[in-house]
């Protein structure tokens, strides 16, 4: 802690020696030039003023945090699942065989498989691990294939694609597609705000 004295060096000097070497009422010391010291701090009651203020502003911006955060999870899942599209589309072309993305929508997981001798098999890699989504996001399908029960999007060896959508709901209502609208193109993410309500309703309920 630093003691400034509240004189100037020459008026300090001129001060009477019982002034200068009387003790501080606040800090108890002596400056360098024999003044009493000001001790520059926080009261008790500054802190809990500014900790009441700092509570008071974080109660205030906890729904916009959690909001925030709620949505980046969506922003990421959708961005995962557009990476495995993309990989699975690429691998099929490079290797000959048809891949598949695979949804459980009970279990609320998706993961990619290959063709190997007939069967559809997972994935060895980093790809072919099972992803689960967070328990705040609900998922819906369109136009995406069916066989035997199980839900995927085909991806083959000639390049072409499913063309179908995977919509993405978090708890406020942000929707999420990453989708495809023709069997030649790619998946690209949209952010659809006219099915706001429509899916709020569904995660309310």
Known sequence: ????????????????QSRRQGPSLRSGRLCAHGCAGVLGGFTLLELILVMII??????MAAPSL??????????????QILALTQFARSQAISEGVIYRLN??????????TAQQSGA????????????TLPNDIITELEN????????????????????????LIDRRGLVLEV???TITESFFIVESEKSYGKYAFKQDS
């Not at 995406?144 to 919509?167: H, R, S, Y």
Request: proline share 4%; charged share 25%.
């Open 1 to 16: 802690m630093i003691y400034e004295c509240r004189f100037s060096i020459d008026r300090c000097l001129m001060l009477p």
């Open 54 to 59: 700092l509570s008071t502003v974080l109660a």
């Open 66 to 79: 959690r909001g925030f955060f709620g949505s980046r999870k969506t922003h990421d899942e959708a961005a």
């Open 103 to 112: 949804f459980d929508t009970q279990q609320r997981t998706y993961w990619l």
């Open 120 to 131: 559809f098999e997972q994935l060895k890699t980093e790809f072919g691990q099972i992803f």
């Open 144 to 167: 995406v294939e069916k066989e035997d029960n199980k839900l995927f999007l085909e991806f083959t060896p000639q390049g072409t694609v499913t063309a179908g959508t995977i919509w």
């Open 179 to 181: 989708t495809c609208p």
